[in-house]
């Protein structure tokens, strides 16, 4: 080697050491103490996580409890990457053909009632989540249709037998929803006592709701990871207007909001503030779709419905939505890069994802003809919603009158616009949309099914059914990623339900937050343990 | 006297009732109900037949005649029942927000009456100079800017301005502190929207307190005391402002009414969580029993408002008399 290059080589391990210390100096160690702040932009309806669908509920009541095994705080972004919470080790495989989970729980847990934490209190919770009584509500029952029995054989050990071996398991078990209860509480107070009352084994103890106004909670010192957390406690402040949540950052009356601002909204903070505001950013496990009326007429043929999705221009939409709306990623009906996700490639291959939007539209147009339905009027729901979905709609107005549709919107209030999809089923096109916490790609394409609950084009496809259930109890990775090429083509080609673009989430924060990091769901990574303020 | 009281609150049994047919009939038309917005609300999941339980909880299955039924005598027995949304009990919810309301609404009409009845006896007293027309040149402005809009600017103001001086933005606190807890943080949140608010209401009351005086300035008994000789201070202190108060108070009435609920949008953004925004929450979440319970506070407090402005008339005009 000559003279120069081992220089050269040396002067270059030089600057990578350096800048491998100084990311590692600029790492800080956590400093203990003060209380954060963040505004909340929705309501609390119960503190019942079981019950709760909304993260009005889960950002301010979260902290107050633990989970079975939750994402890996640092690394939520990885939508394999699971860790126990109150469960000892790693998160166990499953045994028996994948058909029994045996999880070790800590010995070092306890309630904010000084309540030791035991198995049992882990079954009596999963009880109350998969085999609720008659009359006992659980929003997350349908995720554990897998799942046999749940046992405590002893103290510290909880068996679930699942009548099949299913991926969509464990990343069930680690939903944000799934607040561990005290066996005594559920036994002595009811299944509704939670609904109003909170004794969870988490990072922090409630203090007050003020309803409407905040929720607060201190430290609580026996916390079970140990070192953690780092505050002292927080504050949740309701704040229901999204330019209310933004001054309030950008007056330092509150450091964070959770869920995630539009691009304007990041781009005011940052040229207001500066480095005092640091940006996170992720794809986000929310999508919004086109949804097609397949009882009315001409929706009830497949070539109408082809046309809706090969009209639209996904790739140059993202371009330009992604500046204005919280919008922008490119996908099937996978949570997009999940190893179950569709590449490029295969996406290329979709209806509707092909590069070429000429031919695609021209395509459309020659099905409308075929069908009869050149020109066609039609009515197109939509939520009275901001973001995304005014802007959205008003995109794919324009995207369907390139091939000579002639929608008409009708933006509804969110209470009209339900009770359109759910009974009145009064639209030829809705928009829809499906949005959840974890990422389960084997659960969250049920959206799909003709049977779902949240299938709103009140579609017959027993095909779709059938491949459904070969991916449920597909054991291997390769098997479910290969099932679930054929389930994703088979149900865009139906075009019952077209996607439309990812969610893109956007978190500015005071930079003085810290440990935090942003998840692809404004539901996860919210327990608050690791959060702690540089002041 | 007594009787005409009696007379008036009598006449609110009526009032009420209209209200409670109306409010409850008209959230009985609006699509969904409080269980599809909550359970089916974020687009996840759902079995019918949880929502199908919840609406039994709630006692929505029952027949409206029974609904109404439950409402009226609840009302009448002050058994207010519990929001269909949170589950706490109305009369905490509202104590909640009452509080704040009540305060805003004291605040702001303080602000409205210092500002107006200076200014419109100013204006009426020097009529057609330029304090006359910058007076009115100032409530014009006041009537014509909604006051959620001179909040925003009264907030992007404060950000703006105090990190131009200061290096640091500063905005007023987003949630409410007692007064009894915290004077000084109290203030420093709810001045601004009265502030913000009292500058509507003051334009208008400062153009009829303007109006009102110029009329009885006109009046012969002004003319006589001023041939007397009296002191032009006494004349309209004493004898012309007190009886041009009639018509403000009027305004003064109507306005604190609608302040107690209608301050809607300018509790947004001040994010203050008063009386309005509970309206706004509780019909957006179609939580039918809190937003009937708040229609009629409402009809209640602009009942008792106009009741009391009514006997002041008698007070401030000798002439007026109750029988």
Known sequence: MKPSLIKQGIAAIAVAAFA??????????????????????????????HQETTFGMIHPIRPFYSLLIRVNPSNPSDPTDFQCDICEGAVPAGAKGGTEYTFKIRKDVQFHDGTPLTAHDVKATFDKIIFPPKGVPSSRKAFFMMVDSVKAPDDYTVVFTLKFPSGAFIPSVATPFN???????IDTHGYEWHKKNINGSGAFKFVEHISGQHV?????????????????????????????RLDAIRGDRASIEFRGFPPKARDDLVNALGDKITVQESDWNCVLMATANTKNKPFDDIRVRQALTLAVDRYEGSKYLSQIAIVKTVGGIVFPNHPLAANAQE????????????????????????????GLEFSFNNRGVDQPYKVVGTWLVDQWRKV??????????????????????????????NCQSVINPIADVTKSLCSAGNNYSQCE????????????????????????RVYEKK????????????????????????????????????????????? | MHSYITKRLLMIIPTLIGAAILVFCLLRIIPGDPCEIRL??????????????????????????????HFVTGYVTWDLGESMWTGKPVTEEIGLRFQLSLQVAIMATLVAIIIAIPLGAISAIKQDTWIDYAVRTFSIAGIAMPSFWLGILIILGLLIGTQHFFGEPWMPPIYYVSPFEDLGANLAQLIWPAVATGYRYSAVATRMTRSALLEVLREDYIRTARAKGMLEKIIINRHALKNAMLPVLTIIGIEFAFLMGGLVVTEQVFNLNGIGRLFVESVGAQDFNMTQQLVMLVVVIAVMTNFVVDLFYGWLDPRIRYG
């Open chain 1, 20 to 49: 491998v210390g100084a990311a590692t100096s600029a790492v800080a160690a956590p400093k203990k103490g003060g209380t954060l702040s963040f505004v909340v932009g929705s309501k609390i309806p119960s503190y019942d996580g």
């Open chain 1, 179 to 185: 607040f561990i209860y005290s066996k005594k509480d």
């Open chain 1, 216 to 244: 607060a909670g201190v430290r609580h010192d026996g916390y079970h990871h140990a070192g953690k957390p780092y505050l002292d406690g927080f504050k949740a402040i309701s704040a229901p207007k999204m330019k209310v």
């Open chain 1, 347 to 374: 996406l290329e291959g979709l209806i509707g994802y092909s590069r070429d939007i000429k031919a695609s539209r021209a395509k459309a147009r020659a099905l409308l003809k075929e069908a009869g339905a050149e």
């Open chain 1, 404 to 433: 000579g549709f002639k929608p008409k919107q009708r933006v509804q209030p969110s209470p009209q616009f339900y009770a359109t999809l759910r009974k009145k089923h009064d639209f030829d096109v809705s928009i829809d949309f």
């Open chain 1, 461 to 484: 496809n027993q095909e779709l059914e059938d491949l459904y259930m070969q991916l449920l109890k597909a054991e291997t990775a390769a098997d479910q990623r290969k099932i679930m």
């Open chain 1, 491 to 535: 149900a865009l080609d139906y075009a019952g339900s077209s996607i439309t673009l990812w969610w893109y989430k956007i978190n500015p924060h005071r930079s003085y937050v810290k440990g935090w990091s942003i998840a692809p769901s404004h539901y996860l990574n919210q327990h608050l343990d690791n959060v702690w303020l540089d002041q």
């Open chain 2, 40 to 69: 089916a609300g974020t687009g996840l999941y759902v079995d019918e037949a949880e929502i199908e339980l919840c609406r039994e909880k709630l006692g929505l299955t029952k027949p409206l005649l029974v609904q109404f039924y």
